[in-house]
């Protein structure tokens, strides 16, 4: 048994042993990507190419310098993508220049291929912003306010329980129709308004007439509305966009017509937004 066991380990002795040669295993540089095209499209660049059929070949590594954020950008793709969408790109900034290295799975990379492209224009979009002007009670104003309730402050409160009310009660009535005015303290175009109803289904307006003046005196039309004016009780408006022919600091409401056919009306709220388009073109 002992003479076995020598022969044995003679068979595997150090030397032997040493000698033996293990193939490396992701050793080898891998082959670069070939056919690589770039493609222009709005604001972005498609880019791709031929994965090499080498076993090597892991991953490939894109980089480039984005001169719209001032920094070197890498991407990575699979050795199964052969395509990359560069997004965010201008046309503007003229030819990108993308190095493509290839790498095996031991992270070694081989031989880097540089390419060049270009981006389509980036679309140009709309913004649109909202405010609301602030309103005071000074700056609102009819042609016909109800003595006994109502008071036009109400519109301001922050409060559908109370309401402003033209006259009903006034002998002899005022001649109609009736309005509610507002002051905006400076020149727009483009608005929208709101109004919430008061706490009962009388008296809602169903016709307006929504005239402008720079100067208080001279009236001109900007827009009739007589549909989806609510009715119930403490329901709520907000119009449309509305862009007038010309520029205006006073905005008035002329009610031609309630639900119920009376010459006065009621307004629980009331509030105009300015409304600012501009478009932002980021090639420019």
Known sequence: MLSLAAVTLSLFSCNDYQAIEYPSIGTDHPSAVTNVVTDSLPGQIALSWTVPADSNYYYVKVSYFDPLTQKEIVRVA????DTLLIPNTRAKYGEY???FQSFNRSNIGGDPVTVKGVSGKAPATVVVTKTKIPLTAGRLST???EPTEGAIANLLDGDLGTYFHTAWSVTPAPAGPYWLQVDLGKSVTTFQFYYGNRDNTNNKPQIIDLMGSDDGVNWQLIETINQGLPTGAKS????DVITSAFS??????????TNNGTVFFTMSEFAVYEIVTSVYDPES
């Open 78 to 81: 699979s050795v199964y993508k």
């Open 236 to 239: 709520e408006y907000t119009s």
């Open 143 to 145: 042609n016909a306010q």
């Open 97 to 99: 220049e993308f190095k």
């Open 248 to 257: 205006f600091s006073k905005l008035r409401l002329v009610v031609q017509a």
